[in-house]
């Protein structure tokens, strides 16, 4: 359990993401993948029933005991809540509405957010673009650890410590790596947050909000469905910077597992994903991808050779903004 992680440094690299070229190359084989990108029809009346279920529960927990609101704040609503942070990463991509229907589609994120408890969608997005336009990208792609994180995480018990943390360190590292200035949307993203908490908070008491963010935080921290954020870029091979999951996990989480593809072809819709693997199946067969995250999370913490530095690094030059 002390054993220190051997790696004690990223892995930098001097070439571009893998994606940008993948892309290229199966749209000129395949160029009826054109036809899966644009919305997700079904994605909208999804996620509004995700919301009422959640609105639900908070009045059905209002009078549990404190130890039945964690449990079933971990078991059950953790995971719709984690489910949602997932649908507004897609709605970030404006699969909702389209791209025509930017806005729609950032007002459609803020009410996916409601049940998470905590503003969230708006400076997501924000970043999220970061992510994919500068994969690895140094001071960039806020996905990545800081050097902290790689150096004092190094133990298995650092490492699980580390994995509890990570819905702080998410929320607070672009902070410190990419600060970038408030937006209008981030304020009324906190309005409208703040102000049906608060409703809730009048109608049914404490209980119900706790059980809203304690879901959100344990379900983002050791948990089976929390394991993507480790399957998606993290290291496990040397040479390979993103990975794909194809497990039934992806059922309750709109297929975020397909992240090869993902990155490969963000425009297109989760439900639509497995189909890219299907028509391109000679360029994702035989790329390594993860079995299960439950697998994922323990090697994380006990394979003294993954670990927070387990990621790729790249130098980026910033695209100006118009």
Same mark, same amino acid.
């Given at each position: 359990?002390?054993?220190?992680?051997?790696?004690?440094? %990223?892995? =930098?690299?001097?070439? *571009?993401?893998?994606?940008?070229?993948?892309?290229?190359?199966?749209?000129?084989?395949?160029?009826? !993948?054109?036809?899966?990108?644009?919305?997700?029809?079904?994605l909208k009346w999804i996620v509004s029933g995700m919301v009422f279920v959640q609105f639900l529960a908070c009045y059905l927990v209002k009078d549990l005991s404190w130890k039945w609101i964690f449990f079933w704040?971990?078991?059950?609503?953790?995971?719709?809540?984690?489910?949602?942070?997932?649908?507004? +990463?897609? !709605?970030?991509?404006?699969?909702?509405?389209?791209?025509?229907?930017?806005?729609?589609?950032?007002?459609?994120?803020? %009410?996916?957010?409601?049940?998470?408890?905590?503003?969230?969608?708006?400076? %997501?997005?924000?970043?999220?673009?970061?992510?994919?336009? &500068?994969?690895?990208?140094?001071?960039?792609?806020?996905?990545?650890?800081?050097? %902290? *994180?790689? =150096?004092?995480?190094?133990?298995?018990?650092?490492?699980?410590?580390?994995?509890?943390?990570?819905?702080?360190?998410?929320?607070?590292?672009?902070?410190?790596?990419?600060?970038?200035a408030i937006t209008r949307m981030e304020i009324f993203n906190a309005l409208i947050q703040f102000s049906i908490d608060l409703i809730i908070y009048c109608l049914w008491g404490l209980k119900p909000i706790i059980?809203?963010?304690?879901?959100? !935080?344990l379900c983002m921290g050791v948990h089976p469905i929390s394991g993507h954020f480790i399957a998606e870029h993290y290291m496990f091979l040397k040479g390979y910077e993103t990975y794909s999951y194809y497990g039934?996990?992806?059922?309750?989480?709109?297929?975020?597992? &397909?992240?090869?593809?993902?990155?490969?072809?963000?425009? !297109?819709?989760?439900?639509?994903?497995?189909?890219?693997?299907?028509?391109?199946?000679?360029?994702?067969?035989?790329?390594?991808? +993860?079995?299960?995250?439950?697998?994922?999370? =323990?090697?994380?913490?006990?394979?003294?050779?993954?670990?927070?530095?387990?990621?790729?690094?790249?130098?980026?030059?910033?695209?100006?903004?118009?």
């Amino acid at each position: 359990m002390g054993n220190r992680v051997t790696r004690d440094d %990223f892995e =930098w690299v001097y070439t *571009e993401q893998p994606h940008t070229q993948r892309r290229k190359e199966i749209l000129a084989k395949y160029p009826e !993948i054109k036809t899966l990108m644009g919305p997700d029809p079904h994605l909208k009346w999804i996620v509004s029933g995700m919301v009422f279920v959640q609105f639900l529960a908070c009045y059905l927990v209002k009078d549990l005991s404190w130890k039945w609101i964690f449990f079933w704040a971990y078991a059950f609503g953790g995971c719709i809540n984690h489910s949602l942070s997932l649908a507004i +990463h897609d !709605i970030s991509h404006n699969v909702a509405f389209g791209n025509k229907q930017a806005k729609w589609n950032r007002w459609f994120a803020v %009410f996916a957010n409601l049940p998470i408890g905590i503003p969230y969608s708006a400076s %997501f997005k924000k970043y999220h673009i970061d992510h994919h336009r &500068y994969l690895g990208g140094d001071s960039l792609d806020v996905d990545i650890p800081t050097d %902290f *994180e790689g =150096w004092f995480f190094c133990t298995p018990l650092r490492k699980l410590l580390w994995l509890f943390l990570q819905p702080l360190f998410y929320s607070l590292r672009p902070l410190y790596v990419n600060p970038k200035a408030i937006t209008r949307m981030e304020i009324f993203n906190a309005l409208i947050q703040f102000s049906i908490d608060l409703i809730i908070y009048c109608l049914w008491g404490l209980k119900p909000i706790i059980y809203l963010i304690a879901g959100t !935080i344990l379900c983002m921290g050791v948990h089976p469905i929390s394991g993507h954020f480790i399957a998606e870029h993290y290291m496990f091979l040397k040479g390979y910077e993103t990975y794909s999951y194809y497990g039934p996990l992806n059922w309750l989480t709109f297929n975020v597992g &397909y992240h090869m593809e993902h990155h490969d072809f963000p425009s !297109i819709p989760g439900c639509r994903l497995p189909l890219v693997k299907k028509i391109a199946a000679e360029y994702y067969d035989n790329l390594p991808h +993860h079995q299960s995250w439950i697998r994922v999370l =323990w090697d994380f913490v006990f394979d003294d050779t993954i670990g927070p530095y387990s990621r790729v690094k790249r130098l980026c030059k910033p695209v100006k903004e118009s």
